[in-house]
């Protein structure tokens, strides 16, 4: 039985098991329909179970970490294939053309290391690696990069939620309230960087 009910995310994480983890991420991290799924959330939760004995912590942040990489590498060549057609679909429920947009601020800034910084921002994660294959990236740069963010990010979060679950007794209380200072934190530089385009555009 799953020791605290009243949290739903939770109960979703420990129901779904390895398998559904894995499948979310490599959807949120490769596809364009998977950017509203709750990745570092998630992976966290998962981190903080493990430390309850629901999952092995050196299989779920090994498993993680490849669905991450396939994830990306999916994005990847997909970009490649579909090209600049991206640029002229319509916005949909599945699809808006400002995070592209707004990924591709991102490219700008920050060039190939933002298929590292993107691991860590909600919807940009999602389609950086999309338009490093439509902006045709040497694939060895693109990989070592996927790879690195997946271990950092991926692997990272996971851990994290272990050893705090393990340090802190009774954390799985406070669970409500770190899930949302993630998602805070995880918005931040969109925010910012969503400022600091207004602010260009006023002068």
Same mark, same amino acid.
């Given at each position: ?15 779904? =098991? ?10 949120? &991290? ?8 709750? @990745? ?24 993680? &970490?490849?669905?991450?990489?396939? =994830? ?5 060549w997909f970009g490649r294939y579909v090209g600049v057609a991206i640029f002229k679909w319509a916005d949909s429920r599945f699809f808006h053309k400002?995070?592209?947009?707004? $990924? ?8 190939? *290391? $933002? ?19 439509? =902006? ?10 996927? *790879?690195? #963010?997946?271990?950092?990010?991926? #692997?990272?979060? *996971? ?5 705090? @679950?393990?340090?802190?007794? =009774? ?7 770190? *899930? ?24």
């Amino acid at each position: 039985m799953i020791p605290f009910p009243h949290i739903e995310l939770t109960q979703l994480v420990a129901l779904i =098991g390895y398998p559904g983890i894995l499948l979310a991420i490599y959807l949120e &991290t490769g596809l364009f329909f998977g950017f509203f799924l709750p @990745g570092a959330s998630m992976l966290f939760i998962a981190g903080i179970l493990a430390s309850q004995g629901y999952f092995n912590i050196w299989l779920l942040a090994s498993l993680v &970490t490849l669905a991450a990489i396939l =994830g990306d590498m999916t994005g990847y060549w997909f970009g490649r294939y579909v090209g600049v057609a991206i640029f002229k679909w319509a916005d949909s429920r599945f699809f808006h053309k400002d995070h592209v947009e707004r $990924t591709q601020e991102f490219f700008k800034k920050y060039g190939r *290391v $933002t298929i590292l910084l993107a691991r860590f921002i909600p919807v940009v994660r999602t389609f950086a690696p999309i338009l490093a294959g439509v =902006g045709k990236m040497d694939f060895r740069i693109f990989f070592f990069y996927n *790879v690195l #963010g997946a271990v950092l990010w991926g #692997g990272g979060v *996971v851990l994290a939620g272990y050893f705090l @679950g393990a340090k802190i007794p =009774g954390i799985e209380k406070y669970i409500s309230l770190i *899930v949302l200072t993630i998602i805070i934190a995880s918005c931040i530089p969109i925010a910012i960087e969503w400022f600091r385009q207004r602010t260009q555009k006023n002068i």
